[in-house]
């Protein structure tokens, strides 16, 4: 009996109706199984669509203690819905079980699968390394935190799986297998999810559970376990590094030259290390060196992600909205302090309890003012000699402009959710660039 043939036979409930669990619905349904939905929402994002499509479908939508989450046998979860939930806690307590799309993923799967996790930079390594396999000739999708809905991807012809896991996905995640994986980084984010810093990192470190090839950083112990198979990444010292030669950079790899480095086309150290991580993650699969040259060359970065929006009167405008954490921001201004003379800096919004505190040091060296807006606006204020709090974006914008020279960066880098203030870090990041726009 097959895992799909097993499932008909359970009480399945699926605990919120927003995009993961839109795509749980469609694949179950797809497979004749026909689950309960449960969301706390009186009108979740996909009741319309539930509604035409699956009008037989059991939905209960309100209050969890209304769901009888402890009278089913299974409950996949939505990523944003803590485990420690207490109607979650008392299922669990009960003996149902408790898993995500992922694991559901994971119990299906037969693809070879390339993972990464991280704090920063992931979307940005998935989205260059599916280019570079696209320019291999291997058919691979991209699932996960972005692209496609995981549990689609089964129902494709794929040679390669790319995903990209939040920690809040690896949470509930502990039979997927790995060709190879790769923890970015780690720096505090969602602190007002998780009790502490180790518990943070415990979630990310879930990755490593089932991978053959487990790639880290160098630089950050946190992303490194005991392996059998290891690969080190890293701007030096590092299996896959960067290594000056007579003709210029080159990316390395064991010390030896493989691709001059300026044939990526994004901009920053942080995507050269990016590159890196790639190269590394993609090792076990034989990928000629023309694939890398030519993905690299043609990747032109992601939205909203150190993106250049414009120059006017010889200040470059760049979108990191995308860096809705401290270290998200720090890692920004060390890739970009070497393109500009100094930076003037935009931050603010929902810190979500994060350690302000690593700023202090990046905002002295690179920056020559910093623009604080948002909710949490405050403590950003204290952090620079020069520091203004603004009502607005648009403010801020405005005064960045009057404060940055000839030759200065102007980056939006808030290191903060955007949550306080606009639907997603995407308006965000649309509206700075509409502001520049219109300087």
Not at 34 to 49: C, L, Y
Request: a negative charge; glycine letters at 8%; hydrophobic letters at 40%.
């Amino acid at each position: 009996m097959s895992y799909l043939d097993k499932l008909k036979q359970q009480h399945i409930t699926i605990l919120g109706l927003g995009v993961t669990g839109l795509g749980i619905v469609r694949f179950l349904v797809r497979h004749g199984i026909m689950p309960k939905i449960v969301d706390t929402r009186a009108v979740p994002p996909g009741a319309d669509w539930l509604a035409h499509n699956v009008p037989d479908c059991e939905a209960v939508f309100g209050p969890l203690a209304e769901a009888a989450l402890t009278q089913t046998d299974m409950i996949i979860i939505s990523p944003g819905i803590p485990l420690y939930d207490r109607y979650v806690v008392q299922a669990i307590a009960s003996g149902t079980e408790v898993i995500g799309d992922v694991e559901l993923f994971a119990r299906l799967n037969k693809t070879p699968v390339v993972a990464v996790t991280g704090s920063n930079g992931k979307s940005t390594v998935v989205s260059l390394a599916t280019e570079v396999c696209k320019e291999a000739g291997l058919r691979v999708g991209l699932g996960g935190n972005i692209g496609t809905s995981v549990l689609d991807l089964l129902d494709q012809e794929l040679d390669l799986i790319v995903l990209e896991l939040s920690s809040f996905q690896l949470e509930t995640t502990w039979s997927l297998q790995c060709a190879s994986a790769m923890i970015l980084n780690i720096t505090e984010d969602h602190m007002d999810r998780y009790p502490d810093f180790g518990a943070y990192c415990a979630a990310k470190q879930r990755i490593h559970q089932q991978t053959e090839l487990l790639v880290y950083n160098c630089d950050d112990a946190q992303t490194y376990q005991a392996h059998d198979h290891t690969l080190s990444v890293g701007l030096s010292n590092a299996d896959y590094c960067i290594q000056v030669c007579s003709e210029g950079e080159y990316f390395s790899v064991s010390g030896e030259p493989y691709l001059p480095v300026d044939c990526l086309s994004i901009p920053g150290k942080h995507n050269q290390f990016n590159a890196l991580s790639v190269m590394a993650l993609l090792s076990p699969f034989n990928i000629r060196k023309q694939a890398f040259e030519h993905g690299f060359a043609r990747f032109r970065g992601l939205a909203h992600r150190c993106q250049l929006v414009a120059e006017v009167n010889g200040i470059q405008y760049f979108n990191d909205s995308k860096a809705t954490n401290v270290g998200a921001t720090v890692t920004a201004l060390e890739s970009l302090i070497d393109e500009c003379e100094k930076i003037v800096l935009i931050l603010g919004g929902d810190a979500k309890g994060a350690d302000t505190s690593p700023l202090v040091e990046p905002l002295k060296a690179h920056c020559r003012a910093i623009l604080c807006f948002g909710k949490d606006a405050d403590l950003f204020v204290p952090l620079h000699d020069k520091s203004m709090k603004v009502a607005t974006l648009q403010e801020a914008v405005f005064e960045a402009n009057k404060q940055a020279k000839a030759g200065d960066i102007v980056l939006l880098a808030p290191a903060c959710a955007s949550i306080d203030m606009y639907p997603n870090y995407m308006v965000r990041g649309e509206e700075f660039s509409k502001l520049v726009g219109e300087l």
